[in-house]
Protein backbone atom coordinates (compact mmCIF):
# COMPACT_ATOMS: atom_id res chain seq x y z
CA UNK A 1 0.00 0.00 0.00
CA UNK A 2 1.69 3.41 -0.69
CA UNK A 3 1.71 6.22 1.83
CA UNK A 4 0.62 8.99 -0.64
CA UNK A 5 -2.63 10.85 0.43
CA UNK A 6 -5.51 10.40 -1.66
CA UNK A 7 -5.91 11.81 -4.71
CA UNK A 8 -8.18 15.02 -4.04
CA UNK A 9 -6.71 15.86 -0.22
CA UNK A 10 -5.63 19.46 0.18
CA UNK A 11 -2.96 20.25 1.99
CA UNK A 12 -1.04 24.05 2.46
CA UNK A 13 2.32 24.37 1.45
CA UNK A 14 5.06 26.64 2.74
CA UNK A 15 7.97 27.37 -0.01
CA UNK A 16 11.49 27.83 0.21
CA UNK A 17 10.50 31.84 -0.30
CA UNK A 18 8.67 31.80 2.80
CA UNK A 19 5.33 32.40 0.67
CA UNK A 20 2.19 29.80 1.47
CA UNK A 21 -0.39 28.02 -0.96
CA UNK A 22 -3.04 25.64 -1.49
CA UNK A 23 -2.07 22.18 -3.31
CA UNK A 24 -4.06 19.51 -4.49
CA UNK A 25 -2.96 15.96 -4.77
CA UNK A 26 -3.41 14.67 -8.03
CA UNK A 27 -2.41 11.51 -9.87
CA UNK A 28 1.25 10.41 -9.14
CA UNK A 29 2.86 8.21 -12.03
CA UNK A 30 4.71 5.21 -11.03
CA UNK A 31 8.06 7.01 -12.47
CA UNK A 32 8.20 8.80 -9.55
CA UNK A 33 9.53 7.91 -6.01
CA UNK A 34 7.43 6.25 -3.57
CA UNK A 35 8.46 9.30 -0.97
CA UNK A 36 6.83 11.87 -3.09
CA UNK A 37 3.61 12.79 -5.16
CA UNK A 38 2.52 15.04 -7.30
CA UNK A 39 0.26 18.14 -5.96
CA UNK A 40 -1.40 20.85 -8.70
CA UNK A 41 -0.77 24.47 -6.82
CA UNK A 42 -3.62 26.96 -6.23
CA UNK A 43 -3.69 29.98 -8.73
CA UNK A 44 -1.42 28.83 -11.19
CA UNK A 45 -2.90 24.87 -11.65
CA UNK A 46 1.10 23.66 -12.34
CA UNK A 47 1.77 20.47 -11.21
CA UNK A 48 4.73 19.41 -9.00
CA UNK A 49 6.35 16.74 -7.73
CA UNK A 50 6.92 17.04 -3.91
CA UNK A 51 8.25 15.05 -1.33
CA UNK A 52 5.46 13.57 1.25
CA UNK A 53 6.86 15.07 4.13
CA UNK A 54 6.73 18.31 2.62
CA UNK A 55 2.60 18.00 2.73
CA UNK A 56 2.63 18.29 6.62
CA UNK A 57 -1.51 18.24 8.25
CA UNK A 58 -3.98 18.14 5.62
CA UNK A 59 -5.89 21.41 5.16
CA UNK A 60 -9.25 20.19 6.97
CA UNK A 61 -7.56 19.19 9.84
CA UNK A 62 -5.73 22.71 9.88
CA UNK A 63 -9.02 24.06 9.61
CA UNK A 64 -10.68 21.96 12.53
CA UNK A 65 -7.38 22.28 14.61
CA UNK A 66 -7.57 26.61 14.20
CA UNK A 67 -11.55 26.47 14.81
CA UNK A 68 -11.05 24.88 17.95
CA UNK A 69 -8.02 27.40 18.82
CA UNK A 70 -10.06 30.31 18.22
CA UNK A 71 -13.17 28.93 19.99
CA UNK A 72 -10.89 27.71 23.17
CA UNK A 73 -10.50 32.27 23.56
CA UNK A 74 -13.80 32.85 24.11
CA UNK A 75 -13.94 30.12 27.12
CA UNK A 76 -12.81 30.71 30.47
CA UNK A 77 -9.39 29.94 32.16
CA UNK A 78 -10.26 25.58 32.75
CA UNK A 79 -12.08 25.62 29.67
CA UNK A 80 -9.90 27.33 28.02
CA UNK A 81 -7.16 25.33 28.86
CA UNK A 82 -8.93 22.01 27.87
CA UNK A 83 -9.62 23.41 24.81
CA UNK A 84 -6.42 24.53 23.89
CA UNK A 85 -5.27 20.81 24.86
CA UNK A 86 -7.81 19.14 22.81
CA UNK A 87 -6.83 21.21 19.90
CA UNK A 88 -3.17 20.43 20.21
CA UNK A 89 -4.20 16.66 20.47
CA UNK A 90 -6.10 17.20 17.53
CA UNK A 91 -2.72 18.58 15.43
CA UNK A 92 -0.94 16.05 17.20
CA UNK A 93 -3.57 12.60 16.60
CA UNK A 94 -6.35 13.03 14.49
CA UNK A 95 -6.51 9.86 12.70
CA UNK A 96 -5.30 7.67 15.94
CA UNK A 97 -7.93 4.94 16.88
CA UNK A 98 -9.73 7.17 19.34
CA UNK A 99 -10.87 10.80 18.69
CA UNK A 100 -9.37 13.31 20.74
CA UNK A 101 -12.59 15.88 21.31
CA UNK A 102 -15.25 13.06 22.46
CA UNK A 103 -12.75 9.65 22.90
CA UNK A 104 -14.56 7.51 20.92
CA UNK A 105 -13.63 5.27 18.22
CA UNK A 106 -16.60 6.37 15.73
CA UNK A 107 -17.43 10.13 16.72
CA UNK A 108 -20.26 10.98 19.09
CA UNK A 109 -23.15 13.06 17.14
CA UNK A 110 -22.38 16.41 17.54
CA UNK A 111 -18.53 16.01 17.70
CA UNK A 112 -17.12 18.59 15.91
CA UNK A 113 -14.61 16.01 14.25
CA UNK A 114 -16.61 13.55 13.88
CA UNK A 115 -16.65 13.93 9.90
CA UNK A 116 -12.96 14.98 9.51
CA UNK A 117 -12.87 11.12 10.98
CA UNK A 118 -15.50 9.91 9.05
CA UNK A 119 -13.40 10.92 5.78
CA UNK A 120 -9.99 9.30 7.75
CA UNK A 121 -12.14 6.23 8.09
CA UNK A 122 -13.00 5.98 4.24
CA UNK A 123 -9.68 6.59 3.03
CA UNK A 124 -9.81 10.01 2.04
CA UNK A 125 -7.58 11.06 4.60
CA UNK A 126 -4.31 10.00 5.59
CA UNK A 127 -1.95 11.09 7.58
CA UNK A 128 1.75 11.38 6.05
CA UNK A 129 4.08 8.23 6.42
Known amino acids: M ?3 PPIGTRYRIT ?3 G ?3 GVTVVPTGKSVPVDEVNVMRDGDGSVITVSLHQLGTPEAVAIAVATLR ?3 EWASNNDRDTMREVADQTE ?3 DDVSCPVC ?3 DCDEGCPLKELRAAVARGELR ?3
Do not use: L, M
Request: hydrophobic residues 25%; positive net charge; proline residues 5%.
Open 2 to 4: SGR
Open 15 to 17: WID
Open 19 to 21: SRN
Open 70 to 72: TTA
Open 92 to 94: RSW
Open 103 to 105: EEV
Open 127 to 129: RKP
